[in-house]
């Protein structure tokens, strides 16, 4: 039989919560209310309505703490204690231990208490069974303080947090709950369990690397001298060719599975012209069960290594084709290569379309004249060639070009990362 609620008490600790939403029921059919617009209407129906749910998630730990003062009466008569994690019984319980726990609707606080014995620390059943962080901080905060980060910069994620949140957590607090929200990644990643695959599935992996700039206190020495020799030209902006000298280069890693999915070269890119008629495009392929890696720290032959080694993991019979996808990069190449050879394994080396047409576009320039409205369709008869496979044609027809334009040889590029 389910024992009953304490009525009285429960309507004591909601109180509060009831006279905000009486109070906004009240705004909101007020004659004066027809006058605001939508938007005023929106704002403060967010703000109003962040605040009740504040009061009422109060109001919850209030009344919880109600009943763990009603259980450790009891427990008092009785005479029991509690046990901790080191074994040792505490049976002086203190009441009023309060905590600030700050989350998603606002900050509350939490009341509960301590179990108590000398020389060991207190034990709060409250916190185990609320399952409280160790910070201030809650765990929803901490995910939305995660999602906000990943699409931006920190002060980007501490502007949504606090336009959605009310102003619960600072910059310095968003950097450590990412910090410690991704010391799980690794064990993360090897606590999948993969579902299996067939031999025609692709086996993707790509690197990429990318320059950060970085405080002057983190610069590796010799980057520390450089920075220190640099003088700058003009006082606001560097001049043309200058290098601030205090970028680290980051490496990133994806290995992922993906499904053949055919296409001809006019589903990646238009014909000259522009697409026509109701054909649609094929769909692209869709990768599938990624696993992401990267590093400031250590040199990109490590993170290539450790791309490698997870693919490894995946198909350790070498029974799928591997594709790797890179910018062409020749040092990156060069690394690529010595770890295919480490695990007696041939790879398929594609050189992003994206970083092909940038190599188009500079040879456009160079052999038409500027703004030149067929430059466009120039570079589109040429992708599309590279993507029907006829690299060596497109080859030649650039350096004939470029032979026929002697005064714009020099600055002519070929896709030669195409090949």
Known sequence: MVEPYDTGTTADCFVAAKKTFDCLIGQLTDPASASLTQDRLEEMLHEQGRELLRQLLQAHLDLRAWREQQSVLAARRDGTGLAGTDGVVRRRVEGGHHRLLATVVGTVTVTRCAWRAPGVPNVYPVDAALSLPAGRHSAGLAKLAVIETVRGSFDAAHAAINARCGSVIGKRQIEQLVAQAA???????????????TSSTVLALSVDAKGIAMRPEALRPATAKAAARARATFRTRLASGEKPARKRIATLGVVYDAEPAPRRPHDVIAVPGG??????????????????????????????????????????????????????????????????????????????????????????????????????????????????????????????????LPARRATASTPASAT
Do not use: M
Not at 378 to 385: C, E, F, K, S
Not at 390 to 398: E, N, P
């Open 183 to 197: 010391v799980d990644v690794d064990a993360f990643y090897a606590a999948q369990i993969l579902l299996p695959c």
């Open 275 to 404: 697409r026509g008629g109701q054909r649609r495009p094929r769909a692209r392929p869709r990768a599938e069960r990624k696993w992401l890696c990267g590093s400031i720290i250590t040199d990109p032959d490590a993170v290539i290594a450790k791309v490698f080694d997870r693919a490894e993991a995946r198909d350790p019979a070498h029974a799928r084709p591997w594709v790797v996808l890179v910018d062409g990069a020749r040092h990156q190449l060069d690394l690529i290569n010595a770890e295919a050879a480490r695990h007696h394994i041939s790879v398929h080396i594609l050189i992003d379309f994206v970083h092909v047409l940038e190599k188009l576009w500079a040879a456009a320039w160079s052999l038409n004249p500027p703004a030149a409205p067929a430059a466009e369709d120039w570079v589109a008869i040429h992708a599309l060639a590279l993507l029907a496979g006829r690299t060596d044609q497109v080859v030649t027809a650039l350096t004939a070009q470029a032979t026929a």
